[in-house]
Protein backbone atom coordinates (compact mmCIF):
# COMPACT_ATOMS: atom_id res chain seq x y z
CA UNK A 1 0.00 0.00 0.00
CA UNK A 2 2.63 2.37 0.74
CA UNK A 3 4.45 1.86 -2.45
CA UNK A 4 0.95 2.29 -4.66
CA UNK A 5 0.75 5.88 -2.41
CA UNK A 6 4.78 6.61 -3.95
CA UNK A 7 3.86 5.65 -7.14
CA UNK A 8 0.50 7.83 -7.02
CA UNK A 9 2.24 10.55 -5.81
CA UNK A 10 4.90 10.24 -8.40
CA UNK A 11 2.27 10.20 -11.11
CA UNK A 12 1.02 13.28 -9.83
CA UNK A 13 4.11 15.30 -9.71
CA UNK A 14 4.53 14.23 -13.37
CA UNK A 15 1.09 15.25 -14.56
CA UNK A 16 1.37 18.58 -12.85
CA UNK A 17 4.48 19.32 -14.33
CA UNK A 18 3.24 18.59 -18.03
CA UNK A 19 1.58 22.02 -18.62
CA UNK A 20 5.00 23.26 -17.16
CA UNK A 21 6.96 21.96 -19.91
CA UNK A 22 4.60 22.54 -22.31
CA UNK A 23 4.55 26.12 -21.69
CA UNK A 24 8.04 26.40 -21.61
CA UNK A 25 8.68 24.85 -24.78
CA UNK A 26 5.99 27.02 -26.30
CA UNK A 27 7.78 30.26 -24.42
CA UNK A 28 11.08 28.91 -26.01
CA UNK A 29 9.43 28.79 -29.03
CA UNK A 30 7.90 32.15 -28.93
CA UNK A 31 11.84 33.46 -28.30
CA UNK A 32 13.14 32.23 -30.81
CA UNK A 33 10.47 33.62 -32.68
CA UNK A 34 11.27 36.84 -32.33
CA UNK A 35 15.20 36.44 -32.28
CA UNK A 36 14.16 35.55 -35.73
CA UNK A 37 12.57 38.96 -36.35
CA UNK A 38 14.60 40.80 -35.46
CA UNK A 39 17.73 39.22 -37.43
CA UNK A 40 15.78 39.61 -40.22
CA UNK A 41 14.91 43.24 -39.58
CA UNK A 42 18.48 44.34 -39.00
CA UNK A 43 19.72 42.06 -41.83
CA UNK A 44 17.28 44.06 -43.86
CA UNK A 45 18.37 47.30 -42.19
CA UNK A 46 22.20 46.61 -43.26
CA UNK A 47 21.25 45.93 -46.59
CA UNK A 48 19.30 49.29 -47.21
CA UNK A 49 22.22 50.69 -45.73
CA UNK A 50 24.65 49.28 -48.50
CA UNK A 51 22.32 50.01 -50.93
CA UNK A 52 22.34 53.56 -50.17
CA UNK A 53 25.93 53.95 -50.10
CA UNK A 54 26.50 52.57 -53.01
CA UNK A 55 23.92 55.15 -54.65
CA UNK A 56 26.19 58.08 -52.68
CA UNK A 57 29.39 56.34 -53.90
CA UNK A 58 28.07 56.30 -57.61
CA UNK A 59 26.47 59.90 -57.71
CA UNK A 60 30.08 60.89 -55.61
CA UNK A 61 32.08 59.47 -58.53
CA UNK A 62 30.26 61.15 -61.53
CA UNK A 63 30.18 64.57 -59.80
CA UNK A 64 33.50 63.94 -60.00
CA UNK A 65 33.56 63.03 -63.47
CA UNK A 66 31.60 66.01 -64.13
CA UNK A 67 34.03 67.92 -62.97
CA UNK A 68 37.40 66.50 -64.48
CA UNK A 69 35.54 66.56 -67.73
CA UNK A 70 34.58 69.88 -68.00
CA UNK A 71 38.28 71.23 -65.86
CA UNK A 72 40.01 69.30 -69.03
CA UNK A 73 37.52 69.84 -72.43
CA UNK A 74 37.28 73.68 -73.31
CA UNK A 75 33.94 75.34 -73.58
CA UNK A 76 32.49 72.05 -71.90
CA UNK A 77 29.80 72.65 -69.76
CA UNK A 78 29.00 69.99 -66.88
CA UNK A 79 25.52 70.56 -68.77
CA UNK A 80 27.19 68.52 -71.80
CA UNK A 81 28.84 65.77 -69.34
CA UNK A 82 25.61 65.36 -67.54
CA UNK A 83 23.99 64.70 -70.81
CA UNK A 84 26.39 62.50 -72.00
CA UNK A 85 26.24 60.33 -68.50
CA UNK A 86 22.47 60.31 -69.02
CA UNK A 87 23.12 58.80 -72.39
CA UNK A 88 25.46 56.26 -71.28
CA UNK A 89 23.24 55.50 -68.24
CA UNK A 90 20.53 54.93 -70.98
CA UNK A 91 21.77 52.87 -73.21
CA UNK A 92 23.13 50.84 -70.30
CA UNK A 93 19.90 50.29 -68.81
CA UNK A 94 18.46 48.98 -72.04
CA UNK A 95 21.25 45.91 -72.39
Do not use: W
Not at 40 to 60: F, H, T
Request: proline share 2%; aromatic share 4%; with cysteine.
Amino acid sequence: LASYSKFNASMNEINAARPLKEAASHQTEVVCQVKAAKAEAGARYLSGLGAARQRKAIVQGLHASVSEFSGEVSGAKPKDEMGILLLIASTLAHC
